[in-house]
């Protein structure tokens, strides 16, 4: 069982910056896959980032540049640093991780960016 515990979401201008926390019970160096999904109201779970066991990173579409993800092995935490933020990024974003068994989901934290 994978524990997941996320921080660091709100309201912010456009232009503007957050960065996003994830915490995970487990060593995230053991893990398949871990980063970050968003849902926007209608929309189906979209990729933002991961990492893979192979030292892979992976952006969803239009956001490399925008976001960078990053980790912290010694803290089991990954970040998702947001930049430029626009409108249209507004969503829940999600913690994802795969422990090469199964996947698990934070709880979501809201995104909203609004003037």
């Known amino acids: 069982q994978v524990h997941l515990v996320e921080s660091g979401g709100g309201l912010v201008q456009p232009g503007g910056s957050l960065r996003l926390s994830c915490a995970a019970s487990?060593?995230?160096?053991?893990?398949?896959?871990m980063g970050w999904y968003r849902q926007a109201p209608g929309k189906q779970r979209d990729l933002v980032a991961s990492f893979t066991s192979g030292g892979t990173t992976l952006y969803g579409d239009t956001l490399l540049g925008r976001f960078n993800i990053s980790r912290d092995n010694a803290t089991n935490t990954v970040y998702l640093q947001m930049d430029s933020l626009r409108p249209e990024d507004t969503a829940i974003y999600y913690c994802?991780?795969?422990?090469?068994?199964?996947?698990?989901w934070g709880q979501g934290t809201q995104v909203t960016v609004s003037s």
């Open positions: 994802y991780v795969h422990d090469w068994i199964r996947e698990y």
């Open positions: 487990k060593n995230i160096f053991e893990f398949l896959r």
